[in-house]
């Protein structure tokens, strides 16, 4: 039986195809599918938007290297966040959510599902006395994100699905930061892992997605149902990026954590840096968590910069090699400004992020290079 990850994510519904022998899926560019009669489909294919052969091959895959039962792709992580709560919650219900949720997660909530009906509450996730506080009869899931998006907050998954599945909600876990290769949330004890399959998943800043992988199967069947009903599915070209971006998962990720934790040790000596957000330092306030549940620490690296806001812009300005712009997860590494960038929708709402903020993404770079930028960018 095969359990390596690398393996999995290299093999894992990736079987040649039997008509050529190709060892790797096609792009199957298709709408719909010649049946065997009325009623009678030819390898359960009828329809793209219902499934198509090169999503399924991505979602088996997703599945696998999750170690979940049903695995999902959308056309981004937020139509897989919002398929979700629509499937499983209903007007009236209440969603606990992070205290520094992710801008667009923050924003969905806010301004859309709010508009459907449906309640929330942000709660810094670290604090379990805060999050059973917050707990009610009509909560329906905690949303966990962890690390988190900017602030690389570290949330207990075990405890918070202890807390969830005492109160018969759903634990959902956002899994974008760390990925598959360095955390397994349905093991320990998640009920769904979202991922935005744009960032490290993906890897290569060429594609759009999301995905959604379910530990239930009946869950999974139920979200696969909403899911062919809304509409949101990953195109069979995004499906095979993303795919492709897999197979290097593992590899990627371990030089990802290999240059942050070379930039962090840069950052934490500089006397323009006033603080350092990173889980694998010992002094952070999850990193005995994070230690637990994670392999290794990750790409993701925040600080904050002596002189404020304008002078946390300028570290983003004048940086080169770091790429200003949003997104994160690929190869390259990005260099941005939370608070005027990514989360700006969270401007002025309990969620706002410090004005002094900087997030890198630490690409795959020559590390020496990487180290010589951000002395000269922070002169």
Not at 29 to 36: E, F, M, P, R
Not at 162 to 165: C, F, K, N, T, V
Not at 285 to 301: D, L
Not at 308 to 315: D, H, L, M, N, Q
């Given at each position: 039986m095969i359990e390596g990850f690398e393996t999995l994510a290299i093999h894992a519904g990736q079987e040649a195809d039997p008509r050529t022998g190709a060892v790797v899926p096609p792009i199957y560019?298709?709408?719909?599918?010649?049946?065997?009669g009325v009623g009678g489909l030819r390898s359960g294919y009828e329809y793209s938007r219902s499934a198509n052969p090169t999503r399924t091959a991505l979602e088996e895959c997703l599945a696998a290297i999750e170690g979940g039962t049903r695995g999902l792709a959308f056309a981004s992580g937020l139509a897989a966040e919002d398929t979700l709560m629509r499937t499983v919650c209903k007007p009236g219900d209440h969603v606990i959510i992070p205290g520094d949720a992710y801008g667009g997660t923050y924003r969905l909530f806010a301004k859309v599902l709010s508009r459907w009906g449906l309640q929330y509450d942000p709660v810094p996730l670290g604090d379990l006395q805060a999050v059973r506080a917050a707990v009610r009869p009509e909560t329906r899931a905690i949303w966990v994100e962890t690390p988190t998006n900017p602030l690389l907050g570290i949330a207990d998954i075990e405890a918070l699905a202890?807390?969830?599945?005492a109160a018969e909600a759903l634990l959902v876990v956002d899994n974008t930061f760390a990925s598959p290769y360095l955390q397994q949330p349905l093991a320990l004890g998640a009920d769904v892992v979202v991922h935005s399959t744009t960032k490290y998943v993906g890897g290569h800043s060429d594609v759009v997605g999301g995905a959604l992988v379910t530990r239930d199967q009946t869950l999974g069947d139920e979200l696969a149902y909403h899911q062919n009903s809304m509409g949101a599915v990953a195109g069979p070209f995004d499906a095979w990026l993303t795919l492709r971006g897999i197979k290097t998962l593992g590899v990627r990720m371990d030089r990802h954590c290999d240059n942050a934790e070379k930039v962090v040790n840069l950052l934490l000596s500089h006397p323009k840096v006033i603080e350092v957000l990173y889980p694998g330092l010992s002094e952070h306030?999850?990193?005995?968590?994070?230690?637990?549940?994670?392999?290794?620490?990750?790409?993701?690296?925040s600080f904050r910069v002596a002189g404020?806001?304008?002078?946390?812009?300028?570290?983003c300005n004048r940086a080169k090699l770091f790429t200003l712009g949003?997104?994160?997860?690929?190869?390259?590494?990005?260099?941005?400004?939370?608070?005027?960038m990514t989360h700006a929708s969270a401007a002025g709402s309990p969620l706002e992020v410090p004005a002094?903020?900087?997030r890198l993404s630490v690409g795959i770079e020559t590390v020496g290079d990487l180290l010589e930028d951000l002395t000269q960018a922070l002169a």
């Open positions: 560019a298709v709408s719909t599918y010649k049946q065997d202890e807390i969830a599945h306030p999850g990193h005995e968590v994070a230690a637990k549940q994670m392999r290794r620490f990750g790409g993701m690296v404020g806001e304008e002078a946390a812009v300028e570290v949003e997104s994160l997860g690929g190869v390259e590494s990005l260099i941005e400004h939370p608070g005027r002094d903020l900087v």
